[in-house]
């Protein structure tokens, strides 16, 4: 097939159907990017818990609601669920000293094992919208995305408030400096496990949320959300320092953080209409979130690199 | 204010690397009183400061504060009854967060932090006083973040978020060490003036043997994780640097270490 002959099998018409519904997938997975943001930025700390809390979130959902519970209820209890991943994280690495990032990693791997028998020991649950008073569905998108919309705006709000707390505030101040934390008599440790708490909240909800979306909770359905999750962090922030070139208010940086999300999806979105191997996407997905990672690295070093230097000595003086 | 009873501290025992960096220390302090302590490198200034601020627990020996004993308490719940200024500029204040915002963190040293605001209206207009006698222009720059502020101006800040809620105990290891001179200078009187102003009970690090004698009540000086000389009152306000090298080598048995116990006037 030539180039001509593929461009013109490309359909306009069905990129634009098909764009509101990975926006209002997008948006779920903000949600998700909020809790990633709490843990990678304020925090500073890479939770890789997110990828057993995001399907622990969708099989409680799912099972609940199959169970009778109404949908806002199912989900609390999936957020309940997620803090209760975040404490085991948090306590892994605090009160035992593993590294945070391994911490996550076995939180992540036994959720796993807990995330089938939540699902009765099979590895995948449906739940129709038919049969079921669903929060959401990718039935009616519009619906599903305003819901999605509210909940992400709903959390933005939440997280701002808290944050200007003064726990909210001590936990910055943890992520920012321990040290100084610590001699202002901040219980860091504390604040690590409330934070990691908070961010696996979120991304049950996420997940929750999802599960109804797609009309089914999978004991896969988290797999390699923490990179989704770091995408849609670092392009939201790119776009809002490009936007707000002079640092933009927490509320707004969060926004952004959110926005990452539906980004990230309209350019899934983009790539899957362009017949694209749908097996590439996570290669393409973390090539990006590599490069964006690198980005000040990169800008610092155009400003000052060995290399730079030993050209300068090489040249003539003026 | 201040108590240390027979106190050890042993790094690394059992090691090739064991150090013994507090061997059977006593020091009171009473209140209002500022100390200053000197020693040589690995006397044990810091691990003395590090041990009453409770950065680890000690071997063995009491220490008290305000009459309190503390020796089971955490670093962050003795922070309720000190302020601290580290050697670092970078180490006191939260880069990522506004001045305001890291000096209402050090007005609730001690307290619960709930889900009240984290700096107030009120609290803004009393940091810009505060800000404004410092005389560094910083009162206007309260939203600006603590990373961008120079050495000199975050140690300044760190010193009013110590001195902020009147601590029981201030503790100064080395503060102005990483300071060009004339900064050091501009740091040092301010740690003179808050002292004064808020009758803190103070102990500070320095290995500059002149402003060792210029500031303070009383001066210690360190040796192998002992006080080997204790000057007070009108014995310190007499002294001179060449009667400390004299008292040290006497007390101490050899040459005061002058490799970093700068004598330089500046």
């Not at chain 1, 094992?113 to 939540?118: A, K």
């Not at chain 1, 200007?164 to 504390?190: F, K």
């Not at chain 1, 989704?228 to 936007?243: H, R, S």
Request: aromatic share 6%; proline share 3%.
């Amino acid at each position: 097939m030539g180039f001509a002959e593929y461009l013109s099998s490309l359909d306009p018409q069905a990129l634009l159907q098909r764009l509101p519904g990975y926006a209002a997938q997008g948006v779920l997975w903000g949600v998700m990017a909020l809790g990633v943001y709490i843990t990678f930025r304020l925090l500073d700390l890479a939770d890789l818990t997110v990828d057993g809390t995001f399907a622990t979130g969708g099989a409680c959902t799912v099972m609940l609601i199959l169970a009778g519970w109404p949908a806002w209820a199912a989900l609390t209890a999936a957020v309940a669920a997620g803090l209760l991943a975040g404490l085991v994280t948090g306590l892994l690495h605090t009160r035992l000293g593993i590294p945070a990032i391994l911490a996550g990693i076995l939180t992540q791997f036994a959720l796993y094992s807990v995330n089938l028998r939540i699902m009765g020991m099979t590895a995948n649950k449906s739940v129709s919208v038919d049969q079921y008073p669903l929060l959401l569905s990718s039935r009616q998108i519009p619906r599903a995305a305003l819901i999605g919309v509210l909940l992400a705006a709903a959390l933005t709000a939440l997280l701002c408030w808290y944050f200007g707390t003064e726990q909210g505030s001590a936990l910055r101040a943890t992520g920012s400096n321990p040290a100084m934390s610590r001699a202002q008599g901040v219980n860091i440790d504390a604040m690590k496990v409330l934070g990691l708490m908070l961010s696996n909240g979120a991304v049950a909800l996420s997940g929750g949320l999802t599960a109804q979306y797609q009309g089914f909770a999978d004991v896969n359905m988290g797999r390699g959300a923490i990179v989704i999750g770091l995408a849609a962090v670092v392009i939201g922030e790119v776009l809002c320092a490009a936007l707000f070139r002079r640092g933009a208010p927490f509320a707004v940086r969060l926004l952004f953080v959110a926005a990452g999300g539906v980004a990230y999806y309209l350019v899934v979105g983009l790539v899957l209409w362009l017949r694209l191997n749908t097996n590439d996407l996570k290669l393409f997905t973390a090539v990006i979130v590599a490069l964006f990672l690198a980005v000040p690295q990169l800008q610092a070093r155009r400003k000052s690199s060995f290399r730079a230097a030993d050209r300068k000595e090489a040249q003539p003086r003026a | 204010m201040l108590e240390l009873c027979d106190v050890y501290k042993t790094f690394h025992p059992g090691t090739v690397n064991e150090k013994k960096a507090l061997c059977g220390l006593n020091l009171r302090l009473g209140p209002g009183e500022f100390v200053t302590v000197i020693g040589g490198n690995g006397a044990g200034k810091s691990t003395l400061l590090n041990a009453v601020a409770g950065v680890w627990p000690v071997d063995a020996g009491r220490v008290r504060i305000g009459g309190r004993d503390v020796t089971g308490l955490p670093e962050y719940r003795r922070a309720a009854f000190i302020g601290r200024v580290f050697q670092d500029p970078m180490l006191g204040t939260a880069p990522d967060m506004q001045i305001g915002e890291n000096l209402a963190l050090a007005a609730r040293r001690g307290q619960k932090r709930g889900l009240r605001r984290g700096l107030t209206r009120a609290e803004r207009g009393e940091y810009r006083d505060r800000l404004a006698a410092l005389g560094l222009g910083l009162e206007d720059r309260m939203t600006v973040r603590a990373g961008l502020l120079s050495g000199g101006q975050r140690q300044a800040l760190t010193l009013l978020m110590a001195a902020l809620r009147k601590p029981e105990l201030l503790l100064l290891d080395e503060h102005t060490a990483a300071l060009d001179p004339r900064t050091a200078a501009v740091v040092l009187a301010l740690t003179d003036r808050l002292i004064a102003e808020n009758g803190l009970t103070a102990l500070m690090i320095t290995h500059n043997l002149r402003d060792a004698i210029a500031h303070g009540t009383r001066l210690i000086m360190m040796q192998e994780g002992r006080i080997i000389l204790d000057l007070a009152g009108e014995e310190k306000r007499r002294l001179t640097a060449d009667d400390l090298l004299r008292r040290f080598s006497a007390a101490a048995g050899e040459p005061f270490d002058s490799d970093r116990a700068l004598l330089a006037d500046d």
